[in-house]
């Protein structure tokens, strides 16, 4: 009995001196999370017909923070896109230039493909990240309403971003932008208004070439609606063109209905006017939700580059949601890409949807998949 009551003493006197300690110091938070994203799917590029198992963005992270005080904290994620199916990292590798390429289908994943950075937070002040980021023109999305549907179905990338319309020629690109060696600023949010900035030097600058990426938004969000402004632009010197944009994002949450907007102005600023290449583009989002169902609709039009091009497009989506739990949700998604006479519009979402070969073909997928989060 003494034996065992002194044991007893040791222990709560032991577990005293831990609590006392915890309350001294916060101890380090990491959680593990990721996504698990696949279908199959019965796809044409306008030409050829197949059916595939297909990798939706499926993605591995590892993220944490560490409290100094009551109003700053250290922060890191480590986040890792993967192909469950086929064990392939997107069709991508990272090139010598640090940019993320399309591979020949050999290429495996590499650590910390999609967002990872360390940073400091603070309340008062705001997020400071040093990292691979999604620049804060990418980002803006509607109050999460503008960019809702899965599989190849979501037209954000394609028709807003300017993936559609990259293809009408050399002196035009899509702004898309997960930058590499970036630098982000979040601000507090302050009467609903949050605004980013972001600034990626250009490591791969030569005696001739000088490409930093400068991007700012700022975004109002009250809960029930959403309106945000945000600009991109990628400085050139000897280059015959830069991408720039302006994007336009409106959200509104309405019960169990939702509705999103985005328009976007791309500009190469190309000098000469025979190189010169301008599109606008607008994309609206319906979603409304019925018990365990998600219903989801976009439509999306990106405009000719110039007059005269013929490499305008179109993108319809149509999407159902079946959500099982907090987790895992079942869904079937269609989306078609009418495009004009000279436009090669393709999906960008799958790991290997064929690109279009041959301008003015219309490609086509229909999704059954399920989505895994933990």
Do not use: C
Not at 59 to 81: M, P, W
Not at 191 to 199: E, F, G, M
Not at 261 to 279: H, I
């Amino acid at each position: 009995m003494t034996f065992t009551a002194r044991k007893s003493l040791l222990a709560i006197a032991a577990g005293m001196t831990l609590a006392s300690g915890a309350f001294a110091q916060t101890a380090p938070s990491v959680t593990l999370y990721g996504r698990l994203d696949v279908g199959i799917e019965a796809t044409n590029d306008g030409a050829l017909s197949k059916t595939m198992l297909q990798n939706y963005a499926s993605r591995f992270g590892i993220k944490g923070d560490r409290s100094f005080g009551s109003d700053l904290s250290g922060i890191f994620q480590v986040e890792t896109a993967f192909s469950p199916e086929d064990g392939k990292n997107q069709n991508t590798y990272q090139s010598s230039n640090g940019t993320t390429v399309l591979s020949t289908g050999t290429a495996t994943g590499y650590l910390a493909s999609r967002n990872s950075f360390v940073g400091l937070k603070s309340n008062s002040m705001g997020t400071f990240l040093l990292g691979n980021y999604d620049m804060p023109l990418k980002s803006l999305d509607g109050g999460g309403v503008a960019s809702t549907l899965w599989a190849e179905g979501d037209a954000m990338e394609v028709i807003i971003h300017g993936k559609g319309t990259k293809t009408s020629g050399s002196n035009f690109d899509n702004v898309h932008t997960r930058q590499n060696n970036n630098l982000v600023y979040i601000s507090p949010k302050f009467a609903d208004i949050v605004v980013k900035a972001a600034y990626s030097p250009d490591e791969a600058k030569t005696a001739t070439t000088d490409q930093p990426v400068y991007s700012l938004s700022a975004e109002w969000n009250n809960g029930t609606y959403n309106f945000g402004l945000a600009t991109q632009k990628k400085a050139v010197s000897d280059k015959a063109f830069a991408m720039s944009a302006t994007k336009l994002t409106m959200g509104a949450v309405m019960g169990d209905f939702t509705a999103g907007f985005a328009y976007s102005v791309l500009d190469n600023n190309a000098a000469a006017a025979a190189n010169a290449r301008k599109t606008n583009n607008s994309l609206v989002v319906l979603g409304y939700t019925m018990g365990q169902t998600v219903f989801k609709f976009n439509y999306g039009m990106s405009g000719e580059s110039f007059s005269g091009a013929q490499d305008d497009l179109t993108m319809t989506s149509v999407e159902a949601d079946y959500v099982l739990d907090k987790q895992t949700t079942l869904f079937v998604n269609y989306a078609q890409i009418m495009n004009n006479a000279n436009a090669k519009g393709s999906f960008t979402n799958a790991d290997n949807f064929p690109a279009v070969g041959t301008a003015g073909n219309d490609p086509t997928a229909l999704s059954f998949g399920i989505r895994y989060n933990f």
